[in-house]
């Protein structure tokens, strides 16, 4: 089993950068598939990016890809999302979550997920 802690979302301007943490506790941390989802006020869970259990090939929703990275340490039983040219529409509470399945891109396929981070960007 897994227990994931997401952390270092905040307050940003329009064009910035924020980069988001998920400590994972327990052993099969690097063995799990990862993602980020995200949901913004009085909308569904949006998936962002998934990771591999090796880090080695990852995921992007389009609608961040070219500007967020997924990227995971197992030796630190991290992971992370880096943030880059934030827009408004970025605004929402961003979740880690992980499965000792395969990747996907729905939230049910992931079994164990953090309590969320904050992320509100500005114009």
């Known amino acids: 089993q897994v227990q994931l802690t997401e952390s270092g979302g905040g307050s940003v301007q329009a064009g910035g950068s924020l980069r988001l943490s998920c400590a994972a506790s327990?052993?099969?941390?690097?063995?799990?598939?990862m993602a980020w989802f995200r949901q913004a006020p009085g909308k569904e869970h949006e998936w962002v990016a998934a990771?591999?259990?090796?880090?080695?090939?990852?995921y992007y929703a389009n609608s961040v890809k070219g500007r967020f990275t997924i990227s995971r340490v197992n030796a630190k039983n991290t992971l992370y999302l880096q943030m880059n040219s934030l827009k408004t529409e970025d605004t929402a509470v961003y979740y880690c979550?992980?499965?000792?399945?395969?990747?996907?891109?729905?939230?049910?396929?992931?079994?164990?997920w953090g309590q969320g981070t904050q992320v509100t960007v500005s114009s």
């Open positions: 979550a992980g499965t000792p399945g395969g990747v996907g891109t729905i939230r049910a396929e992931y079994e164990y």
């Open positions: 327990g052993r099969s941390f690097n063995t799990y598939a």
């Open positions: 990771t591999t259990w090796s880090g080695t090939s990852t």
